[in-house]
């Protein structure tokens, strides 16, 4: 499969425990935050997005966290099943839309789920 | 609805040769985003057409090119490769330009040697 990367954060889970994936964003100007998935020979696949003017939204078994002040989002998979491993990358926008759109990717996070 | 088309999926070059890489958007998507994806600096922007143009572009060299065809389908154009240029170039595509929801193919994965 597609290697992302020799030497990305790792998280190891047990399955039916929960996951939480942590990323640092730099922009204090961004206004829009998103978290994919990417499987292994697989593109990034969305999972969930919050606006700068929230601080969590909930989607199906996962949660989004993004603590403003200290610049930090983070990703919690509830009841983690061995489908969910895969890497996850945050993304960030410095606008929601208009001209300047670029999203700028942390680096991953490797889940492993164990059965 | 059929997904995000790139072709060819695997591709193999040598130093000094071109590359042009083909991505279909989701039918009736307007906006095509390219991404290159390396393990040593993750994926980054390389640029976002809409409409035929090309609205905005990331830090790379102006080797890197696309273009973008009236049936919104975009091809990126690679000259005189590197060997750094080995990646996973990534297209993705939405309904507008800056869209929240951008829908990604699998990719190709381009060797120079």
């Known amino acids: 499969g597609e290697s992302v990367g020799l030497h990305l954060p790792t998280l190891s889970v047990q399955e039916g425990d929960n996951s939480i994936i942590n990323c640092a964003y730099s922009n204090s100007a961004s206004d829009y935050f998103i978290w994919y998935k990417q499987e292994s020979g697989k593109g990034p696949q969305f999972i969930i997005d919050i606006r700068s003017n929230m601080d969590k939204r909930q989607g199906q078994r996962v949660t989004v966290l993004l603590n403003k002040t200290v610049k930090h989002l983070s990703l919690q998979i509830a009841a983690t099943q061995p489908g969910d491993s895969a890497v996850y990358f945050c993304?960030?926008?410095?606008?929601?839309?208009?001209?300047?759109?670029?999203?700028?990717f942390g680096k991953g996070t490797l889940l492993t789920v164990n059965p | 609805k059929a997904g995000v088309t790139q072709t060819p999926r695997y591709l193999i070059k040598t130093r000094g040769q071109q590359v042009t890489l083909s991505c279909s958007p989701i039918?009736?998507?307007?906006?095509v985003s390219w991404y290159q994806q390396t393990p040593g600096q993750g994926l980054q922007f390389l640029f976002e057409y809409f409409s035929e143009t090309q609205r905005n572009k990331g830090n790379f060299p102006g080797r890197f090119s696309g273009r973008q065809f009236s049936n919104s389908r975009s091809e990126m154009n690679v000259s005189t490769l590197e060997l750094g240029d080995s990646a996973l170039y990534l297209c993705a595509s939405s309904l507008d330009p800056g869209g929240r929801e951008q829908y990604f193919g699998p990719g190709t994965r381009l060797t120079v040697t």
């Open positions: 039918s009736g998507h307007r906006s």
């Open positions: 993304a960030e926008n410095p606008h929601s839309g208009g001209s300047n759109y670029k999203l700028t």
